[in-house]
C-alpha cells in the first residue's frame, strides 16, 4: 500500500509539470537567466527550485549546467552541492513520510539479501551509490524507503556527493567551451 501511495504522489507531481508547463521551467536556460538577477536572492530561488525540480524528477544535471553557464564552474560547483544537500534532505523526509519503510514490506530473496547488506554498512553503500548516481530522485525514494536511519543516509550523501558533482561541474564547463 506504501508503494502505491509513493508511486500515485510520483505521477500526480509528473502530470501536474506537464499540464501546468512549468516543466518549460527546468530547462537550463531559464535557469541561467535566475542568476542573471542578484547573486543571493538567486541562489536561494536556485536552491529552491533545484529542490522542487529534484523532487519532481528533474535531473540535477539540468539545474548544474544552468548554474555553470549562469556562475561559472566553481561557484556553481558550490551552490549545487548545497542545493543538492538540502533536496537530499528534503526529499528523504517527504517519502519517507508517504512511504514510511516500504522497502522492508517486500517478501523477495533477492530484496531482504539487499537490505541485509545495506543494514550492514549504510554510511559506505549511500557514499557508493551517491558517487554513482549522485542526486537522482530514486535513490532519495529508495533510501528513505528502506529504513536506513536518516543520519546514516545524511553521511553517506554528505560524503558521497562531492566527487560527482565536481567532475559534473568539470565536464559541463568543458562542453560548455567546447559548444560555444
Request: charged share 15%; with cysteine; hydrophobic share 60%.
Amino acid at each position: 500500500m506504501k508503494f502505491i501511495k509513493v508511486t500515485i504522489f510520483i505521477i500526480f507531481c509528473i502530470f501536474i509539470l506537464g499540464i501546468t508547463g512549468a516543466n518549460e521551467y527546468f530547462t537550463p536556460e531559464a535557469i541561467q537567466a535566475v542568476f542573471e538577477k542578484h547573486f543571493l536572492i538567486s541562489t536561494l530561488i536556485f536552491i529552491l527550485l533545484f529542490c522542487i525540480g529534484n523532487i519532481l524528477y528533474v535531473p540535477g544535471w539540468v539545474f548544474l549546467i544552468g548554474a555553470v553557464w549562469g556562475v561559472g564552474k566553481v561557484n556553481a560547483y558550490f551552490i549545487t552541492l548545497i542545493a543538492a544537500y538540502i533536496s537530499c534532505i528534503v526529499g528523504f523526509h517527504l517519502i519517507h513520510f508517504i512511504g514510511e519503510d516500504a522497502i522492508r514490506e517486500i517478501d523477495n530473496k533477492w530484496v531482504k539479501r539487499l537490505l541485509a547488506k545495506l543494514d550492514e554498512r549504510p554510511v559506505l553503500i549511500t557514499i557508493i551509490l551517491r558517487s554513482i548516481f549522485a542526486t537522482a530522485p530514486i535513490l532519495n525514494y529508495a533510501m528513505a524507503m528502506s529504513g536506513v536511519p536518516f543520519r546514516k543516509f545524511m553521511t553517506g550523501t554528505l560524503l558521497g556527493l562531492p566527487l560527482p558533482i565536481l567532475l559534473y561541474a568539470i565536464f559541463i564547463e568543458k562542453l560548455i567551451k567546447l559548444v560555444s
